[in-house]
């Protein structure tokens, strides 16, 4: 190719470009922050999206019994309040609502009192089925349970307690956040 030739000043064109556009590029990427934790287990790997004002926590999971806790933002790492706890359970079955109203006879046999309620849960892509277990003036504790389907070997049970009184619109938005958020990626 000579010097003059059409095909090598467009090559010089298509470099020049390509460095521009790496400079444009690399520093917008540098600046999106990754907004999934991503949790790993023996035989499980999932993502979750911290809701926001809320600080995901592995390390004081275990003594909460779950894999992941998503923290209030400015409370203590070790407070009750404030606290989505989620964790994942081997499945026997694809009964999920038997699951949850097992949980609820325990309930009911701890707390002849309680009361339950329905809630709305949604995840784009697993089943849901959620609800409150309360006793007025004494606990609301917020149970959901995510079902990533027949192929998938687990189950995630999502729960929030808030003590004497209902959740806030602010927790309960957290709440909802994180089932949406969650995904199995493993196995």
Same mark, same amino acid.
């Given at each position: ?8 000043? &467009? ?7 390509? &460095?521009?556009? %790496? ?42 019994? %779950? ?20 964790? &994942? ?36 892509? +697993?089943? %849901? ?16 349970? &995510? ?15 808030? +003590? ?24």
């Amino acid at each position: 190719m000579n010097p003059g030739d059409p095909r090598r000043l &467009v090559g010089k064109r298509f470099w020049g470009y390509l &460095v521009a556009l %790496c400079f444009v590029v690399q520093p917008s990427l540098a600046q999106q922050k990754l907004n999934r934790l991503i949790v790993y287990g023996e035989n499980f790997i999932f993502s979750v999206k911290e809701p926001t004002g809320w600080n995901g926590d592995t390390t004081n999971a275990e003594k909460f019994q %779950c894999n992941l806790v998503l923290h209030e933002s400015g409370r203590a790492p070790d407070s009750t309040e404030g606290l989505i706890r989620i964790r &994942v359970n081997d499945k026997v079955d694809e009964n999920t609502r038997a699951d949850l109203e097992a949980d609820m006879d325990d309930y009911k046999a701890k707390y002849p009192t309680v009361h339950f309620r329905d809630i709305p849960a949604k995840n784009p892509n +697993y089943r %849901c089925l959620a609800s409150v277990f309360y006793i007025p003036g004494k606990f609301y504790e917020y149970v959901a349970y &995510v079902n990533p389907g027949p192929q998938k070997p687990l189950l995630f049970s999502v729960s929030m307690n808030t +003590y004497k009184s209902q959740a806030s619109a602010k927790q309960l938005e957290a709440f909802q956040s994180a089932i949406q958020s969650l995904t199995l990626l493993k196995p």
